[in-house]
């Protein structure tokens, strides 16, 4: 049987990991694609790098979601990044290692990784 402090604990994580995805209007949306496509081209890892990530940073303000068909099958997986007041930003060939670093870059110090970036890939 396990403690109160170890069910608390357990209670704690779990609820972490709900608010991730409840949305609120001012929230940066991270919106994975998840169709059949993105998933057979690695798009799970993907967002648990995402979710590790943002859980590991403390980030408050991020919501990470998964959404079906972005509509550009060749790039998968791919990540739009929407945040209120500015441009969407469409991340493709996506990595947990890159994923890692647009937390960082991107969400933490608001700078778009222009190479992993639609525009730079097409």
């Known amino acids: 049987?396990?403690?109160?402090?170890?069910?608390?604990?357990?209670?704690?994580r779990a609820r972490a990991?709900?608010?991730?995805r409840k949305e609120h209007q001012n929230d940066v949306r991270v919106l994975v694609g998840m169709?059949?496509?993105?998933i057979a081209a690695g798009a799970r890892p993907v967002?648990?790098?995402?979710v590790e990530e943002i859980n590991k940073r403390n980030?408050?303000?991020?919501?990470?979601?998964q959404t079906g068909c972005i509509g550009i099958c060749q790039f998968e997986?791919?990540?739009?990044?929407?945040?209120?007041?500015k441009e969407k930003v469409t991340y493709v060939h996506m990595t947990p290692e890159k994923a890692v670093r647009i937390v960082n870059d991107h969400l933490v110090n608001a700078n778009v990784v222009a190479e992993f970036t639609i525009g730079a890939n097409s």
Do not use: H, Q, W, Y
Not at 1 to 12: C, Q
Not at 35 to 38: D, E, K, L, N, V
Not at 77 to 85: A, D, L, N, S
């Open 1 to 12: 049987m396990k403690s109160l402090e170890e069910l608390r604990a357990i209670r704690d």
């Open 17 to 20: 990991g709900v608010d991730l």
């Open 35 to 38: 169709a059949t496509c993105g």
């Open 47 to 50: 967002l648990n790098a995402f």
């Open 59 to 65: 980030l408050k303000n991020v919501v990470v979601t």
């Open 77 to 85: 997986p791919v990540v739009e990044i929407i945040e209120p007041g």
